[in-house]
């Protein structure tokens, strides 16, 4: 990653306010940032630190409820602060391109991917419909995209999350923009996907010679991906520095606090001989439609224990969540709790049955109901299964935003949209605990969030699961998670166990094969690594094909 000439982006002394009320606050105070053609700068920090908001100022562009209030953005010449509306929407997905984190919820369900892509490119008269089809597919081959004459006919829901990625960074690539912002664009996918991705985003900017800005809270992943790195800290510079250097010699406190962080690990529990399992997943099948998704998985989880589930995107740990909780009733096997079997579909079990096992999901943006406060998204099943009402409700509701660590008077009346990231996901646990369960599926919990974040929810998990006796069946992608909060950990493939045991073992050699491709997906703290894996993977692939 040489040092480039050419500067492509200032900005200089931004200021920008969030609309908190009636009142407008500052929450970016002052920040400078200068990006050279075909560098990339990663932005990191904690939730709130302004990343984001700072990389779509980059596009002379503050979503709703913020304005630029001070300062300069310079795109190439062009002050982005004063241009007029046309002049930015003709920059914007041209010469400026966004890759936002969750591809999901970015594409448009009704239409097909390869139209979407086409439509920029198309709409500005850059190519023809039928001359950017094809560069599309060159695009997708390009990104390593299975198919990729076929894989754009299809509609976002049929193909995979790294796919889904992928072909949205072919897309900002379809007008071969000078800039593109890459907002955690691998923050909810599984490590092997992960590598896939970040191989095919570095292989693409390399060749195009792109500028991106790449926000991440990833620190492993920055540092395979940027020649500098900028850390913020509430809407402030905390330092700036060559990748290289900020790894090795961090020179702020708050930098070194980062890097250190994630060093929280639960002491194991051991597994009790006299006890019964409070979980216990018979020899289950499943299949949506003809296709078969679960074969013959088994496990346990006892009563105060935290079983990991890992695997990468379609091993089928979800789906064995869907069965435990009923909403996909297993085409064999069984599922028993508290020794007895529980009916296939939760329409057919019991109140009791239902509260006994609560799920807290991974996305708490799209969990939540933007429009119902607080108080009423934990009361809800509290009311449900407890009959709780009037003052015995508010009691209640009350002892459970303490429970989560948030102050009552402070978050009861708040509307979710009005919450960060982490209060966010504290609130779907409190609603999880609400009914008062003995067991939660936590179902990539801690994906969405920070590094700082994400160890304060594991935790609060921890200490709850302390206080309240809970078990917890914790779907991960992440290794570091499993090692910080797992007792037991079952390794799902192509839906089937492939492997489990306490973690200790599962953690020390020899491992099933898919367990060594987990672990050795996991990036580290090298800018090297990246390289230095794919070389390696590719010469073991070149050695397998000559000897067979």
């Given at each position: ?502 973690k200790d073992d599962m953690f020390r050699p020899p491992h099933h094969s898919y367990t060594d491709l987990l672990l050795s997906s996991v990036p580290e703290m090298d800018p090297n690594w990246l390289t230095e894996l794919l070389k390696a993977r590719s010469a073991a692939g070149a050695s397998e094909a000559a000897t067979i």
């Open positions: 990653m040489a040092a480039r000439d050419e500067v492509l982006l200032t900005i200089e002394n931004l200021r920008i306010e969030g609309l908190s009320g009636e009142d407008w606050t500052e929450i970016v105070h002052g920040v400078d940032l200068t990006l050279h053609k075909g560098e990339v700068m990663g932005l990191i920090g904690e939730s709130g630190a302004g990343k984001s908001t700072i990389g779509l100022a980059a596009m002379g562009f503050a979503r709703d409820g913020c304005r630029i209030s001070g300062g300069r953005v310079t795109f190439d010449g062009i002050d982005l602060t004063a241009a007029a509306p046309a002049e930015l929407r003709g920059l914007r997905g041209t010469r400026i391109a966004y890759v936002a984190q969750s591809a999901a919820a970015s594409f448009n369900p009704a239409h097909k991917i390869i139209d979407q892509h086409t439509e920029t490119p198309v709409h500005y008269g850059i190519e023809d419909r039928e001359t950017a089809r094809k560069d599309a597919m060159e695009l997708y081959a390009q990104l390593r995209l299975p198919n990729p004459e076929e894989i754009g006919f299809r509609y976002p829901h049929q193909v995979s999350g790294g796919q889904l990625q992928r072909a949205m960074t072919a897309m900002a690539m379809a007008c071969r923009p000078d800039l593109i912002i890459f907002d955690e664009p691998t923050t909810a996918l599984d490590v092997t996907t992960q590598i896939e991705v970040l191989a095919a985003i570095r292989d693409i900017v390399d060749q195009f010679n792109t500028a991106a800005i790449y926000i991440t809270h990833d620190l492993a992943v920055v540092a395979q991906m940027a020649d500098t790195i900028k850390v913020l800290l509430k809407g402030t510079e905390v330092e700036e520095a060559p990748t290289e250097q900020m790894l090795s010699n961090p020179a702020e406190d708050y930098t070194k606090s980062l890097w250190a962080v994630r060093s929280f690990e639960r002491p194991i529990k051991q597994r009790p001989t006299d006890t019964e399992p409070l979980l216990s997943i018979k020899g289950i099948d499943a299949a949506y439609g003809p296709v078969k998704v679960l074969d013959d998985v088994s496990f346990d989880i006892h009563p105060g224990m935290t079983v990991a589930v890992v695997g990468e995107s379609g091993s089928g740990k979800s789906t064995t969540a869907r069965c435990v909780t009923g909403l996909l009733p297993p085409t064999k096997g069984e599922i028993w709790m508290d020794g007895a079997a529980l009916p296939a579909r939760y329409q057919d079990r019991s109140r009791d049955q239902l509260r006994q096992a609560q799920m807290i999901y991974q996305m708490a943006d799209t969990a939540l109901n933007p429009k119902v406060r607080i108080s009423e998204i934990i009361g809800r099943p509290a009311r449900f299964y407890s009959g709780l009402k009037g003052a015995d409700l508010t009691r209640r509701v009350d002892e459970l935003l303490e429970l989560i660590e948030l102050e009552p008077d402070a978050y009861r009346d708040r509307l979710p949209g009005e919450l960060s990231g982490g209060q966010k996901q504290r609130i779907g646990i409190a609603r999880a605990l609400a009914a008062e369960p003995r067991f939660i599926i936590c179902d990539e919990v801690t994906s969405a969030l920070d590094q700082l974040v994400a160890e304060g929810i594991l935790r609060l998990l921890g200490r709850l699961q302390d206080e309240l006796g809970l078990a917890y069946m914790f779907i991960t992608h992440d290794l570091a998670t499993v090692r910080a909060i797992a007792d037991e950990v079952v390794v799902m493939q192509h839906g089937r166990v492939v492997e489990q045991g306490p």
